[in-house]
């Protein structure tokens, strides 16, 4: 019975020190803070685009002022520009959105 009461005690220190740690990481990961630069606005843009591989990439040109983001270039149709307006649009950082993408005919 005692070696019952010494294991149930160590599998339950056991499992706080995992929680406890799992805390600890998910806290450090939710306190990194983003950067929130033009150029890192900029790089988390491009990197979101690049993520959706149904979006073509190739003919959108990326810049970033003031937290302003600017896309220009070709969207493949209307609703590939309103895909990549709404991608781009829920990325940290963006203040504003101009969108100047000519649609491919």
């Known amino acids: ?3 019952h009461k010494a294991l149930a ?3 339950c220190a056991a499992l706080a020190a995992l929680l406890l740690g799992g805390a600890a990481c998910a806290s450090r990961r939710s306190s990194q803070t983003l950067d929130m630069s033009d150029p890192g ?8 685009l ?30 590939a520009r ?5 991608v ?3 990325v940290p950082g963006v203040k504003q959105l101009i969108v100047n993408l000519l649609i491919q005919e």
């Open 1 to 3: 019975m005692m070696l």
């Open 9 to 11: 005690r160590l599998a």
């Open 41 to 48: 606005i900029t790089a988390r843009v491009k990197a979101e």
């Open 50 to 79: 690049k993520a959706h591989r149904e979006i073509d990439i190739r003919y959108l040109d990326v810049s970033t002022h003031m937290g302003i983001v600017t896309l220009s270039g070709m969207a493949d149709s209307p609703e």
């Open 82 to 86: 309103r895909q990549i307006t709404r």
């Open 88 to 90: 781009v649009g829920r």
